[in-house]
């Protein structure tokens, strides 16, 4: 698996390329923000950008969805219960950008989809929680868990459609019955693995 992060925005969230080496098909994982950067870098990198997803509809997580997949005339993917943030004023670029809106997805996912990545496969995870259609992906065996779980800590909870509830059951459900050696790559913030949360993360112990 090939890997790239990218610390974009103001909210200096974590962008993923993720490409299989041996075709350079990749996806581009939570496009936040920095969008020429991101072209850019995908385009030095000489990757074939199959797919862009969001695991979640937070503003520093698609504020260059529309840039993206426009340049890689890519599809956008997301889950169906965060359309209302999509559309809400929360969501909207104006403020920032002076653009209308933020693009929405092409289609939705949900738990257990697989996805073709050349010879790699990307699985879906539903995490609600911190928003109430938050996905994790796996790919490679590794996890990207947007701002489901970080290093030493977890999502907030107390924006419109959180639970911290339903992050916690999220989490011990779909991320915790992964090997400790199971990399972690979060929405923010340095990477981590299953077993270092499990011991350490004072959310979690």
Partial sequence: MLLEVLEVGPFMANCYLVACPQTRESVIIDPGGDGPLIVSKARGLALKVRYVINTHAHLDHIGANHDVCHAFQ???????????LYRSRSSSMALFTGQAGVKEPDRFVQEGDLLKLGQLRIKVLETPGHSPGGICLEIGGALFTGDTLFASSIGRTDLPGGSYGTLLQSIRRKLLVYPDSTEVFPGHGPPTTIGEERRYNPFLT
């Fill in 74 to 84: 890519a599809p956008l993917l997301g889950h169906r219960a965060d359309l209302p």
